[in-house]
């Protein structure tokens, strides 16, 4: 490693110049010019023998701090590179340097009531879309398209974590999982849960080394009931412990949760409680549910949870019309103590004005990624982008992958935190499970 260490002083004579349009004159010249009077000038770092035996290590570290696009790209550029995908020792050096990138995940679906949407069979210009996952880089803002094309009809994205994705079976029973890398196509099923649910709230916690799945509410106790009455778990890791939805607890009593997806921070899940207003939360290590009351519960529309930077946080409109309170759209965060909030940031209101004119009380869902909290319209494909960081706000560009006159109305888009990687040898732990899965006929 002595060899990275060394201090390397880069000569000031060093330069490369593109030229504008048309330049003549001996400052200016063209990027092959360029390199031509650099190679005749025998400068050394341009020295072709010296890059041709670039030590391979040397090149792995640097092709293993790529993003992603960048990576895919630059294996056409030889059998070597082609193959780094399926090699064990740069996906190791890889899961050891990448960084970590904080993105967002979306997908199209029509309005429901409950925020789970369906991938429906049958191969009409509609139904391509639910096939179709639409990464963004809020770094860049750049927008990538995504297939989904392993993934059988009848099954819903739900939740994300560690670069999976975790997909569940849309028809009311026992509920199927899958969770699918969809950068390298890869494929892997869980065991179906033991209680019939119909759409249930699901949480997902993937670490290099283990996996959490918490399955919670809507219980199928009839064919026409459903209630919010218990949860189960599931947990597999590499030191061989698992347990196969064994674990299961009741719900807090009169609790309402609206279906959808649990937020997972610091080893808990936390969703929302509706009627009134209230946080749930679950450790999963000591099977139990507890609550949280909401900050200003009273005057918040449309809460969310989010995971900003290993801290719960808190994304609502506050409307006390009676008050001399404007309007606004607020972030608060949990203290440690976990019991308390404390206002991290507002809208800025010129900003609000457009915000709340394009929403028209629609409501909105939010989704947060290390420091980037965005804030998707319901009902439409319009977002907001917070950076908590710099602490500015912007719209953001409409995805390029969208639109057009073959588009469903009343379409909107549904997000995810996605954190995006090539390796997720977690996975082989699912491979592992000798307990026979019930059979999906899809």
Known sequence: ???FNIPITMPMSYSFTTSGSGGGGSSSSTGSAA???INNNNNPWMDSRIWSKLPQRLIDRVIAFLPPPSFFRARAVCKRWYGLLFSSS???????????RHWFLFFKHKSLKSCIYRNRAGGGGSDRANCEGYLFDPDSISWYRLSFSLIPPGFSPVSSSGGLICWVSD??????LFLSNPLVGSLSQLPPTLRPRLFPSIGLSVTPSSIDVAVAGDDLISPYAVKNLTTESFHIDGGGFYSLWGTT???PRLCSLES???????????????SPFSVLGYDITSNSWWKIQAPMRRFLRSPNLVESKGRLVLAATVEKSKLNVPKSLRIWGLQACGTTWVEIERMPQQLYHQFSEVEGNHGFDCVGNGEFIAVVIRGSEKAVLFDTYR???QWIPPCPFLGGEGEEEGSELHGFAYEPRIATPVTTLLDQLTLPF???NG
């Not at 740069?90 to 970590?100: A, K």
């Not at 028809?171 to 199927?176: E, H, I, Q, T, V």
């Open 90 to 100: 740069f996906l190791e050096l890889y899961l050891q340097i990448s960084p970590r």
């Open 260 to 274: 959808g997806r649990m937020v997972h921070v610091q080893g808990r899940f936390y969703c929302m409680n509706y």
């Open 1 to 3: 490693m002595d060899a």
């Open 171 to 176: 028809d009311a029973g026992p509920k199927s």
């Open 35 to 37: 390199i031509t009077n």
């Open 391 to 393: 602490k500015t706000w």
């Open 438 to 440: 019930q059979p999906f």
């Open 249 to 251: 607890s009741s719900l």
